[in-house]
């Protein structure tokens, strides 16, 4: 995507800001960092980025974009503003590239992923200047399910604003003043471009929150401040409107500090003008969310910091149960992390990483020959049958599908028919994992047993898996599927949907077996399972097998048997690990059971 043009013979125009500068060979634009070189017109700070740091992203300020979540926020020297008060002006106002390291689109990623970020702003000085490499930032980061956020003067050129939707998610403008001469005079812009910028991006789905920095003497006149919040309500009372206060800076020590009673008088302002939400940045105020719809305070925040943050499932008023005003995140949040599982993340690698040391210099794993597509865990706690899953999950390091369907059943509700969650994310103690919201929603559609039912969760015979699918198979999005009362005939059509998806969707079948016998009673109970799956054989299995998961076991083995038909190597489907009084690992098609008594053996010997 290039964003020039030639304009005649010997020029190049550049269609980035609204300057619309032509640049004659070797000419560089206002903002000092596009440049036509060869008849092109290049972004100079592409890959040089002058600041890499991480915020709040309250910091942007967006209050209401995912709220109490860290920002990986870039920006580079130039700008094509030119604000007395600029309080980023070592940088905006600098020409000087600092190329001693290339940061490419994807480290940039790898760096909020590794910073633990949800999203990456293009801010601190003007983002369009560079909008060639924020907007391949952003294609990579939307892949790596990151969001992007613009931090702008709303000085973007008309094809920057239509190529914009799809790549930036959210943008906060600038709104600096309502004196047409202080625009074009001092800050170098145009307010009516930016005003109609402010209304595109509105219309757009990009989500618009918009700040001014109040500045004794230069806006904060009661007829201005009447005028930019009139202005903003005209567009849409739901905008959120920040009113910062400003301190001296750059060209413009001689100013006071904002005092407080001019924010306040602002904020009097906004409200009358019917502004919902505002915001009052700088002076350490508290700066509550409320719902749109009852108006209980569902996050509290002092200044930037969130100190209450009540959301129900990530974008949802825990009092009156509307959705809240903005782009927020649905979660389906742990209901037993703590418990089954250790709450935080440094555990939960602790215990994998001791897991997986048992095997070391062993060959109790073995070395597979073939790419399995599903397997059977137990769902015990950690302590339980921890080990036990792990075992199953350390064979999929090599595998890379795009979604695991994870299938388990309800102990809490009773339900007819199974349940899909066409939320988000999900919560774990490390890192959330993004939901085939898309394959989840096609369920639905697609099966008239499957639905969404909330209660049903709150599931731990699925939500325990989720740390390690975190763990080994970082890039695979989630499905959960919970089911109640139904047949395993139902179950299978799951099963065989995803089986016919060759390497792109893995299925987890989570099921216990025989709960609360004696170590013998429990081996001969769960041999009969072990058996049955061995020989995908459901007689064997309807011979006396316990597991609370059976209709998922008995899916599994229907499906299986029914794709042994069409295609040979689905012989090699199954690797199940089991268990719930010692660990069994089992492998029916490569290898003969390892049975609890090899296992005592393989723990005595070490
Ligand atoms: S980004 Fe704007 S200021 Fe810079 S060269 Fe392009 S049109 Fe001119």
């Given at each position: 995507m290039k964003f020039y043009k030639t304009y005649n013979e010997k020029k190049q125009q550049c269609l980035l800001c609204n300057h619309y500068c032509i640049l004659k060979e070797g000419q560089t634009g206002m903002c000092g960092v596009n440049k036509n070189v060869d008849g092109k017109v290049e972004c100079l700070v592409y890959g040089y980025p002058a600041v890499v740091h991480v915020d709040p992203v309250e910091k942007k300020p967006l209050f209401q974009f995912l709220p109490n979540t860290k920002i990986l926020s870039i920006g580079s020297v130039g700008c094509n503003f030119a604000c007395p008060f600029c309080q980023n002006h070592g940088i905006s106002q600098e020409h000087n590239i600092n190329k001693s390291q290339y940061l490419s689109p994807e480290d940039i990623v790898n760096i909020a992923i590794a910073k633990d970020c949800e999203?990456?702003?293009?801010?601190?000085?003007?983002?369009?200047?560079?909008?060639?490499?924020?907007?391949?930032i952003s294609i990579l980061a939307h892949e790596r399910g990151l969001k992007t956020v613009y931090v702008s003067n709303g000085y973007e050129s008309d094809e920057v604003i239509k190529d914009m939707p799809g790549i930036i998610d959210a943008i906060n403008i600038d709104l600096k003043s309502f004196d047409?001469?202080?625009?074009?005079?001092?800050?170098?812009g145009d307010?009516?471009?930016?005003?109609?910028?402010?209304?595109?991006?509105h219309k757009s789905d990009i989500w618009v929150e918009i700040t001014t920095l109040i500045i004794p003497t230069k806006n904060d006149s009661d007829e201005e401040l009447t005028k930019i919040a009139e202005f903003i309500a005209s567009v849409d009372t739901k905008i959120p409107w920040h009113i910062s206060a400003?301190?001296?800076?750059?060209?413009?020590?001689?100013?006071?500090?904002?005092?407080?009673?001019?924010?306040?008088?602002?904020?009097?302002?906004?409200?009358?003008?019917?502004?919902?939400?505002?915001?009052?940045?700088?002076?350490?105020?508290?700066?509550?969310?409320?719902?749109?719809?009852?108006?209980?305070?569902?996050?509290?925040?002092?200044?930037?910091?969130?100190?209450?943050?009540?959301?129900?499932?990530?974008?949802?008023?825990?009092?009156?149960?509307?959705?809240?005003?903005?782009?927020?995140?649905?979660?389906?949040?742990?209901?037993?992390?703590?418990?089954?599982?250790?709450?935080?993340?440094?555990?939960?690698?602790?215990?994998?990483?001791?897991?997986?040391?048992?095997?070391?210099?062993?060959?109790?794993?073995?070395?597979?020959?073939?790419?399995?597509?599903?397997?059977?865990?137990?769902?015990?706690?950690?302590?339980?049958?921890?080990?036990?899953?792990?075992?199953?999950?350390?064979?999929?390091?090599?595998?890379?599908?795009?979604?695991?369907?994870?299938?388990?059943?309800?102990?809490?509700?009773?339900?007819?028919?199974?349940?899909?969650?066409?939320?988000?994310?999900?919560?774990?103690?490390?890192?959330?994992?993004q939901i085939d919201k898309e394959y989840s929603n096609e369920l639905i559609k697609e099966f008239d047993f499957i639905d969404f039912n909330e209660d049903a969760h709150h599931e731990h015979s699925t939500e325990t898996q989720m740390p390690f699918i975190h763990y080994y198979l970082p890039n695979a999005k989630?499905?959960?599927?919970?089911?109640?009362?139904?047949?395993?005939?139902?179950?299978?059509?799951?099963?065989?949907?995803?089986?016919?998806?060759?390497?792109?969707?893995?299925?987890?079948?989570?099921?216990?077996?025989?709960?609360?016998?004696?170590?013998?009673?429990?081996?001969?109970?769960?041999?009969?399972?072990?058996?049955?799956?061995?020989?995908?054989?459901?007689?064997?299995?309807?011979?006396?097998?316990?597991?609370?998961?059976?209709?998922?076991?008995?899916?599994?083995?229907?499906?299986?048997?029914?794709?042994?038909?069409?295609?040979?190597?689905?012989?090699?489907?199954?690797?199940?690990?089991?268990?719930?009084?010692?660990?069994?690992?089992?492998?029916?098609?490569?290898?003969?059971?390892?049975?609890?008594k090899s296992i005592e053996n393989f723990f005595n010997n070490r």
């Open positions: 999203s990456i702003a293009y801010t601190y000085n003007e983002p369009t200047i560079f909008y060639p490499y924020a907007r391949d047409k001469k202080y625009y074009k005079r001092v800050l170098r307010l009516p471009v930016q005003l109609e910028n402010i209304k595109k991006f400003f301190h001296p800076d750059y060209k413009q020590m001689d100013l006071d500090f904002t005092p407080l009673d001019t924010l306040e008088r602002a904020y009097k302002i906004g409200k009358k003008a019917g502004i919902k939400q505002i915001y009052m940045g700088n002076l350490g105020q508290s700066n509550p969310t409320n719902c749109l719809s009852c108006g209980f305070e569902v996050i509290s925040r002092t200044t930037y910091d969130t100190t209450k943050d009540l959301r129900k499932n990530g974008d949802t008023c825990p009092m009156c149960n509307e959705k809240l005003n903005g782009i927020f995140k649905s979660i389906r949040e742990s209901s037993v992390a703590g418990s089954f599982y250790p709450n935080n993340c440094y555990e939960v690698t602790h215990h994998i990483t001791q897991f997986n040391k048992f095997f070391e210099n062993s060959d109790f794993i073995p070395k597979l020959e073939f790419k399995p597509k599903a397997i059977i865990v137990p769902h015990a706690g950690y302590i339980y049958s921890g080990f036990t899953a792990n075992a199953a999950y350390s064979l999929l390091e090599t595998l890379s599908p795009k979604r695991v369907l994870v299938i388990g059943p309800s102990h809490r509700v009773a339900f007819k028919g199974a349940s899909v969650i066409p939320f988000d994310e999900f919560q774990t103690p490390c890192r959330n994992i989630v499905v959960e599927i919970v089911y109640g009362d139904i047949s395993y005939e139902e179950i299978s059509k799951i099963v065989s949907k995803a089986l016919a998806d060759h390497e792109d969707t893995f299925v987890v079948i989570s099921t216990d077996f025989s709960h609360f016998h004696d170590l013998k009673t429990a081996n001969h109970l769960d041999g009969i399972g072990l058996e049955a799956i061995k020989k995908l054989d459901l007689d064997i299995w309807n011979s006396g097998t316990e597991a609370c998961g059976r209709i998922g076991v008995k899916a599994l083995l229907k499906s299986s048997n029914e794709n042994l038909l069409l295609s040979e190597p689905f012989k090699k489907l199954l690797i199940t690990v089991n268990s719930e009084v010692l660990p069994v690992l089992f492998l029916p098609i490569t290898k003969d059971i390892i049975s609890s």
